[in-house]
């Protein structure tokens, strides 16, 4: 049976790793996460089905004792973009130095373990006209160039990965963070959190068609908007949120959006694409019916969005 590692396992994306590996039926599932009552709370349920373990990535002799005994590793442990964007020593402490450790252990303890990175699609920076993997990286932030080291590094020193670059997540918004520092005109592709979650978990049989790579992992031609629309319509679902706020007082918008000429190369590959942006705002349609202040303060907000869009 083979054994599969997953890092920042309580997370919007990790928890669904770990519904789609238990599903398959044929792996045994490390979900490695920090304490706390929010991750103690999602991993319980699964706590006679799969090992947990409570730590931090940075912890070097954790992460060695862990990569020796397997053989994935998908790597989701990471400091939120709307924090790293902003301090450069958070992201060089944690997503960097957890990056590190897990490279070293696979170097020296596991060469054959084969591992799995998101990275972002925001290492591109801000296009004109659909792009593709092969183009010129640009460090637009901390965030960014903290994910472009850690690819040079993985290319640089392990010979089984795969890297995917993410764009803006669509993801559960009652318990899960969305990127808010986005420029509104920008057309955006999108890919939704169950949808990329199942691309992480397809990329296992099909280590051999993707070893070596660098992929943009999205959602395909259902999942292109403009930035402004999708944030137009979060805010008339969802409401006003403290999230979106704090991102508009204290954040650039320096996350860009882009879409992709390669989004078929990896569909071709893995089948993953089934969520669109209309499907994902019906269901947060359906998981929103309490929040009538939300909706009402939102209002001016919606209205700035419609008059920028305009223009």
Request: glycine share 4%; charged share 25%.
């Amino acid at each position: 049976m083979k054994k599969v590692l997953v890092t920042g396992a309580a997370g919007n994306i990790g928890k669904l790793v770990i519904k789609y590996l238990l599903s398959e039926g044929k792996y045994e599932i490390t979900a490695l996460d920090l304490k706390c009552k929010k991750t103690y709370k999602v991993l319980k349920k699964y706590s006679r089905r799969i090992n947990i373990v409570y730590g931090d990535a940075t912890d070097p002799i954790l992460i060695d004792a862990l990569v020796k005994d397997h053989d994935y590793i998908i790597h989701l442990a990471t400091v939120k973009p709307n924090i790293s964007i902003l301090n450069e020593k958070v992201s060089k402490k944690i997503d960097y130095k957890a990056s590190e450790n897990i490279i070293r252990a696979i170097t020296f303890y596991n060469p054959k373990c084969f591992l799995i990175f998101p990275s972002t699609t925001n290492v591109y920076g801000n296009k004109i006209k659909p792009i593709n993997a092969s183009e010129k990286l640009q460090s637009n932030n901390y965030y960014t160039k903290t994910k472009i080291e850690i690819e040079k590094l993985i290319k640089d020193k392990i010979n089984n990965y795969v890297i995917y670059r993410i764009p803006t997540v669509l993801t559960n918004l009652s318990c899960d963070d969305f990127i808010y520092n986005t420029p509104l005109n920008d057309e955006t592709e999108f890919i939704s959190v169950n949808d990329c979650a199942y691309a992480l978990v397809k990329t296992i049989d099909n280590k051999s068609n993707v070893n070596k790579k660098v992929f943009n992992l999205t959602g395909g031609n259902t999942c292109i908007a403009t930035y402004g629309y999708v944030l137009k319509n979060i805010l008339k679902i969802h409401g006003l949120s403290f999230k979106f706020l704090w991102s508009l007082l204290f954040l650039e918008k320096n996350f860009y959006g882009n879409t992709f000429s390669d989004s078929n190369k990896l569909e071709n590959i893995l089948h993953f694409q089934s969520e669109s942006i209309e499907s994902y705002l019906m269901q947060l349609k359906r998981n929103s019916k309490k929040r009538v202040l939300n909706r009402f303060f939102a209002k001016p907000f919606i209205f700035m969005i419609d008059k920028r869009l305009n223009k």
